[in-house]
């Protein structure tokens, strides 16, 4: 009996712990129980890889990976930008808060203020009119 030309491995999610992962000499497809529904891994036998093929293939990869940590580089540089900007935006929102503090203190002394001038008119207005009333004013 010669080796086959592939086989197939189980996917690593849906491994049985009593048994482990499984060989199949036919693709078997996605398990469906698994939650992605992963595929069974496809291994060909080494005599019948081309050598320029494998060649291409581990250099597309290589590729891959450059591609894949740029990306994580750029992600990682526009999280590092993203968190910068939420400490800023918390630290603006606490000076907000002390502002409004201190907006509300000064509109407290403000009214106070207003409230003791309106009450000292109040009292020269009718110091003023008890004044014109007393005798020897004339009414017009």
């Known amino acids: 009996m010669s080796d086959p030309e592939r086989i197939f491995l189980e996917a690593e999610c849906c491994v ?3 048994y482990g992962r499984q060989w199949n000499s036919r693709d078997i497809g996605p398990n469906e129980d698994c939650d992605n529904e992963s ?4 291994y060909v036998r080494a005599d019948l890889v081309d050598p320029d093929a494998l060649g291409q293939v581990k250099a597309e990869n290589a590729e891959l990976a450059e591609s894949v940590d740029d990306l994580g580089e750029t992600a990682y ?6 968190r910068d900007a939420e400490a800023h935006t918390e630290q603006l929102e606490a000076e907000i808060v002390v502002l409004r503090e201190g907006l509300c ?3 407290k002394v403000a009214i106070k203020e207003l409230n003791s001038t309106f009450e000292h ?6 110091r003023d009119a008890n004044a014109l009333r007393s005798p020897g004013h004339e009414h017009d």
């Open 16 to 18: 049985d712990p009593d």
């Open 39 to 42: 595929p069974w891994v496809e």
């Open 77 to 82: 540089k526009r999280l590092s930008k993203l």
């Open 105 to 107: 203190n000064i509109a």
């Open 121 to 126: 008119m109040a009292v020269d207005t009718l």
